[in-house]
């Protein structure tokens, strides 16, 4: 028997017919042995197993009937099918094509296709040519990496350990038959005729079996992306299981229904073994489905918090009060670690593990013992992950340094940071995982968090809040809107919390006139009623001013360096100062994410230790991970002429600067011992003392063995009749405590136009380290440049592996680039050469003002609202050097097909971009959102894709706007309202930047069903 339904109607006799089958047959476990009886248009595929037996006459009766009712039922769907394609609102779809629905008011026409190098003005009316500073050459990409399916190995021991760790195997397809897993509310969806095909990856996660083995499933492959792309290319691939034993690849023909993981019962899984997961289908369905996949994700965070609250509240019943005030302060126990809670001293609470608490999110800094230096890997900055615009960076990033707090013995990781970076020369600038955008951080923070917690490791989500400044940290006050507050700061804070994220750690300034660690309105109405924070807070080291007040105002863990604050909390519970009921509260919290995060379930995969262990725990693995995440987040500003990658052989290549050669530097006094940095990292408590750093000379010289020579010199003297010149300079004077003075890049304009002045026709390029922006006044005089975010000990070999084209630099800028000579602040009118008045930055004093140490109580006016970072820059309509998310790589791009459409309340825009040059490379297609509530900003960033393309290759791409995308925070309703609930037209652009725009349309959007 065979059928082909052709309406989502069909669905439910589809499944009465299977499930009517199962009841009468017995089914083979055997996928070989079941009769294929063809795909239906929505994916689907009945398998039918041999019948072996009837258990009675009545059956065939049963079988006869329902056959006959689907049959009629086919023909009559036939003649409705005119009439359901128009109640739908479906039309087949082509490729990635939406057709415009009556719905979706198109006030632009589509442009049909458009190069990387095309942009347009902001209100999108026309094309202008691209500033020179954006890139004035043709750009190359790196040498061919194709993106194939990994070929098969018939290596019998391969074969055989792949079946010995748990083979998957496929449930049988009789049973109620699956509808294709991981899809949107929209049942039509499965009506759309096969278009281009997407996977969501699950790295990690190991799904329950799906249904129906697909032809070569078991067989090897080189890794879990591997196996996701043979099931993306086999049109009857629904779900993919990679397993690392054996590295056996396992393919079904439907997901398994709603992406239940796999619950491990010792029998089948090998042990040891890392499981990953993907899920494939229709790219405009997968789109769909992962909207709808991240808030699944996010209710099931809430469900195990709710679970971990209940227990929580078990254990302190039976808790002391010696108990509860134990789970209340940290201390600096000579242990090592940067923070250290024993739960255990009351007495009462036996089996709780003490909580050893380190920096940092870059990577685990022994800096209490300058002996353990280079015993842990210094990866690169968080600034760094943010420019590579990459989810699965962050999420291997994350998952190497956790590998090595276990190793150290730590269980609480103290990061990642997530301020939104509004003043560009901040001290802690590299150590943000935001960049400049909410967004961006938002999408970065939540694989961050989910590697973490994963295994049993709180992530502790800094600083909390408005933490953007570090002259006057200590004793400074913020005045910020609430509408800036929702839609610029708070969002990866937000983002990290539905990820899972355990505990939150509160700054050292105030904000509306107190401290952040004794806040009501930041830890009990911003944290708790409006993110639905349900972790605990632990104030910075010296932020607890006063116990009173942050008891009552929600602060929970009192850390070192405030003279033990909480340590009078009993006494002031027996005076009626603090509340039994708020100890209880308190307690609970930190009971909460304890049991959240795995510490009373043994999910920590080492041992808890009592302090730092000593061993080395770097690995090679560890520094390719580092290695690769600078190569993901090296920013391509220019390359004319491709001038790079490099042709060595035969060249003399001169490498100037002293940080070419040397990863040394005289560290200023007023940085704290222990916490000092290097060329290629920034100081203070996210830095990670390393000796294992491989310089730029360094990185060459093990690379490249057919240069004529390489030589180096700190001044320009060894460019003199080199055919090549790379300069490295540093802006390396960035750490805690205090700001930059300005956004120079020291040395490079200086070395550029010594080289400049030599004889000879060589190529200029600068490897520029940076901790953020910097000004870029030296751009004109050089053939291309190459600019790092404090990358860390592995630059030299990501350095060597860009210049020569073993890899290609495929980073975007987290953050807007001034012109040349901008300042950090400046009089009024500002937006000539400055973006800040004295008033909102760095602020002012309260008179009289000889009686203050300049920058003690000063007050920052966030008087520029929501204009921060780009939307500044596009707002005043001042033109960057380079704006954010900019970037080239070594080929071209061109993105064509761009169809926009509504679907209920979502938008959906397709695209496809093409790899127009002669290499492999990463595209970033960028979305905006702009509506006339938004103002004063213009557009913000609502989408970015990162897909690797190979030469000649396509990529369909999908985004899909959601009405919280088209959102804005409404301080006089205090509450978030969309664009749809006033009527706005929301305008969506596509582009490779901020200001490089390709494409825009106009859309208003009715709510209701959704309708693809």
């Known amino acids: 028997i065979w059928f082909k339904p052709r309406f989502a109607e069909l669905d439910s006799l ?30 689907h595929e009945i398998q039918v197993a041999p019948m072996r037996r009837w258990r009675s006459g009545a059956a065939i009766v049963v079988m006869a009937a329902l056959l006959a009712a689907v049959a009629t039922f086919a023909l009559w769907s036939g003649a409705r099918q005119l009439q359901l394609h128009t109640h739908l609102g479906v039309r087949p779809m082509s490729a990635v094509e939406v057709t415009p629905k009556t719905h979706g008011e198109v ?35 790196e040498p061919t990496k194709t993106q194939t399916e990994s070929k098969e190995s018939n290596n019998s021991e391969k074969q055989k350990k792949a079946k010995a760790h748990s083979e998957p195997k496929a449930q049988s397809d009789s049973g109620s038959q699956g509808e294709p897993q991981a899809q949107s509310d929209s049942k039509a969806q499965s009506e759309a005729k096969p278009g281009p095909r997407a996977c969501t990856e699950m790295p990690g996660i190991r799904l329950q079996n799906g249904q129906g083995a697909v032809d070569g499933s078991g067989k090897t492959a080189d890794d879990a992306k591997a196996c996701a792309e043979r099931c993306r290319q086999s049109s009857d691939c629904g779900q993919a299981v990679y397993s690392s034993g054996g590295q056996g690849c396992y393919l079904f023909k439907h997901a398994v229904k709603g992406l239940e993981e796999y619950k491990a019962d010792g029998k089948e899984d090998g042990a040891g073994d890392v499981f990953s997961s993907a899920v494939c289908g229709s790219a405009v369905e997968m789109a769909l489905s992962d909207v709808d996949a991240k808030k699944q994700r996010a209710e099931a965070v809430q469900e195990e918090w709710s679970k971990a609250e209940k227990r929580a509240q078990e254990l302190l019943k039976k808790l002391q009060p010696a108990d509860k005030y134990a789970l209340l302060h940290g201390v600096d126990s000579g242990s090592g670690f940067a923070g250290y809670l024993n739960p255990t001293a009351g007495g009462g609470n036996p089996t709780a593990k003490p909580l050893t608490m380190n920096d940092g999110p870059q990577g685990f800094n022994p800096y209490t013992d300058p002996a353990l230096a280079g015993t842990s890997t210094q990866f690169p900055s968080l600034l760094t992950v943010a420019a590579s615009f990459s989810p699965e960076t962050s999420r291997q990033y994350a998952a190497a340094i956790v590998e090595e707090f276990v190793g150290k013995g730590s269980n609480v990781l103290l990061g990642p940071d997530l301020e939104v970076t509004r003043v560009a020369s901040t001290g802690r600038s590299f150590e943000t995982l935001s960049g400049e955008d909410p967004f961006l951080g938002s999408q970065l923070v939540q694989p961050f968090v989910q590697a973490v917690q994963s295994k049993g490791i709180i992530a502790t989500i800094k600083h909390w809040l408005d933490n953007n400044q570090e002259i006057g940290r200590m004793t400074m006050n913020v005045e910020v809107s609430d509408r800036a507050q929702h839609e610029i700061y708070m969002p990866p804070f937000k983002a990290a919390m539905d990820a899972g994220a355990g505990a939150v750690m509160c700054s050292y300034n105030k904000i509306y006139g107190q401290h952040a660690c004794e806040n009501s309105k930041l830890l009990k109405k911003l944290l708790r009623e409006d993110a639905g924070f349900r972790g605990f807070v632990m104030s910075d080291w010296g932020a607890t001013h006063d116990a009173v007040n942050s008891a009552t105002s929600g602060l929970d863990v009192e850390m070192p360096g405030s003279n033990g604050k909480f340590m009078q909390l009993p006494q002031l519970v027996g005076e009626g100062k603090v509340q039994q009921s708020t100890i209880d509260t308190m307690a609970g919290h930190v009971l909460t994410s304890m049991f959240q995060a795995g510490h009373f379930d043994d999910r920590y995969p080492g041992t808890v230790l009592n302090s730092v262990a000593r061993t080395d725990v770097t690995s090679d693995a560890h520094r390719n ?32 600067g002293r940080y070419c050669n040397t990863d040394i530097y005289i560290t200023p006094g007023h940085v704290t011992a222990g916490n000092a940095g290097t060329p290629f990292m920034g100081q203070g408590s996210g830095y990670v003392p390393t000796k294992k750093t491989v310089t730029p000379m360094k990185g060459l010289q093990d690379l490249v063995k057919d240069a004529a020579s390489i030589t180096f010199s700190a001044d320009a003297s060894a460019g003199d009749g080199a055919d090549v010149a790379v300069v490295c300079a540093s802006a390396c004077d960035v750490h805690e405590g205090w700001d930059r003075m300005n956004f120079s890049l020291p040395e490079a304009n200086q070395l550029v136009s010594a080289l400049r002045e030599q004889s000879g026709d060589k190529k200029i390029v600068v490897v520029g380290v940076s901790p953020g922006a910097v000004t870029t006044e030296w751009m004109k005089n050089v053939d291309a440049s190459l600019l790092l975010f404090m990358p860390g000990e592995q630059v030299g070999a990501a350095v060597a592996q860009m210049l020569t084209g073993a890899a290609s630099p495929s ?56 204009l921060v970072g780009y939307r500044w820059w596009d707002a005043k309509d001042v033109n960057p050097a380079f704006p954010f998310g900019y970037g080239l790589t070594y080929t071209e791009f061109s993105f064509k097909d761009f169809q926009s459409d509504c679907s209920g309340d979502k938008i959906i825009v397709t695209l496809t971009i093409a790899n127009t040059g002669d290499r492999d490379g990463d595209a970033v297609p960028q979305l905006y959102v702009g509506f006339p509530s938004l103002k004063p900003a213009v557009r913000q960033l609502r989408g970015f894709q990162k897909t690797h393309i190979p030469k000649g290759g396509e990529a369909p791409m999908v985004f899909i706007v959601t009405p919280e995308d088209a959102s804005y925070y409404d301080e006089a309703e205090q509450k978030w309202t969309s664009s749809a609930e006033k009527n706005e037209k929301v305008t969506v652009s596509i582009g490779t930047s901020s200001r490089d725009l390709l494409w825009h349309k106009t859309l208003s959007c009715s709510s209701g069903k959704v309708v693809v």
């Open 625 to 656: 991970v580092a290695r690769q995440a600078i190569i993901d987040g090296a920013v391509l500003l220019k390359n004319k002429g491709s001038a790079l990658p490099l042709a060595t052989k035969g060249k003399k290549i001169a490498m100037i």
């Open 14 to 43: 589809t499944d009465c017919l299977a499930a009517t089958m199962s009841s009468y047959t017995e089914i083979s476990a055997d996928p070989e042995a079941s009769v294929d009886t063809g795909p239906m248009d929505d994916g």
């Open 811 to 866: 980073g975007r800028l987290p953050i807007t680039m001034p012109p040349d000579d901008w300042k950090p602040i400046g009089g009024y009118p500002a937006g000539k050469d400055h973006m800040f008045l004295s008033a909102q930055y760095p602020g002012t004093q309260p008179p009289p003002h000889k009686m203050y140490k300049w920058g003690d109580y000063l007050t920052a006016n966030f008087t520029e609202g929501v």
């Open 107 to 141: 006030e632009t026409n589509d442009e049909q296709m458009v190069t990387q190098n095309e942009t347009k003005e902001s209100n999108g009316s026309q094309v202008q040519e691209e500033p020179k500073a954006h890139g004035e050459s043709k750009p190359q990409d």
